[in-house]
T-cell receptor, first 115, second 112 residues
């Protein structure tokens, strides 16, 4: 069964810095990987989805990469802003034990961008 | 406005009671999901539905029930058999089962 790990659990950076969030997964037969943002007490907002056939996806200041062979994905945030402060979750999509596609979530990295 | 709505935002339940959480979407998505989030934990899948009148158990379905009578609606009932129901419940939908999932704002359930 897929396991997803995000390290570190929390990260604090000064405004303007470029940063990388890490995600690792155990099942290399991943179908796709999704990155989400969650603000305190709110639902999740989808940021990027990378299909297994892709190496990276970009949206504005965000760039996500996927390396199936090493079981890793990264989310790169350029020129961080205080508004980027949130918890970032990655989720790997793969076949569950029952044979159906299922997203498995990491516990998230809580990002604080200091003005 | 297109999106996913969940109600109520906060819900309090006495022990032994069943409660139903509402989830509605007007995105014309076929697939819908219910997740549970506990502090410091990743989201865990309770139930999902790929099409009307069909649904499947997720990893933690015990003590929960769902229905999918309409494409737009996927209510979740937390039964008295769920021993530790206090959590943040999130509903999501996607065009198809393997596509990007879009989430509602969540319902926080507290057992008194």
């Amino acid at each position: 069964k897929q396991e997803v790990t995000q390290i570190p659990a929390a990260l604090s950076v000064p405004e303007g810095e470029n940063l990388v969030l890490n995600c690792s997964f155990t099942d290399s037969a991943i179908y796709n990987l999704q990155w989400f943002r969650q603000d305190p007490g709110k639902g999740l907002t989808s940021l990027l989805l990378i299909q297994s056939s892709q190496r990276e996806q970009t949206s504005g200041r965000l760039n996500a990469s996927l390396d199936k062979s090493s079981g890793r994905s990264t989310l790169y945030i350029a020129a961080s802003q205080p508004g980027d402060s949130a918890t970032y979750l990655c989720a790997g999509g793969a076949n569950s034990g029952a044979g159906s596609y299922q997203l498995t979530f990491g516990k998230g990295t809580k990002l604080s961008v200091i003005p | 406005d297109g999106g996913i709505t969940q109600s109520p935002k906060y819900l309090f339940r006495k022990e032994g009671q069943n409660v139903t959480l509402s989830c509605e979407q007007n995105l014309n998505h076929d697939a819908m999901y219910w997740y549970r989030q506990d502090p410091g934990q990743g989201l865990r899948l309770i139930y999902y539905s790929q099409i009307v009148n069909d649904f499947q158990k997720g990893d933690i379905a015990e003590g929960y029930s769902v229905s999918r009578e309409k494409k737009e609606s996927f209510p979740l009932t937390v039964t008295s058999a769920q021993k530790n129901p206090t959590a943040f419940y999130l509903c999501a939908s996607s065009i198809a089962h393997t596509d990007t999932q879009y989430f509602g704002p969540g319902t926080r359930l507290t057992v008194l």
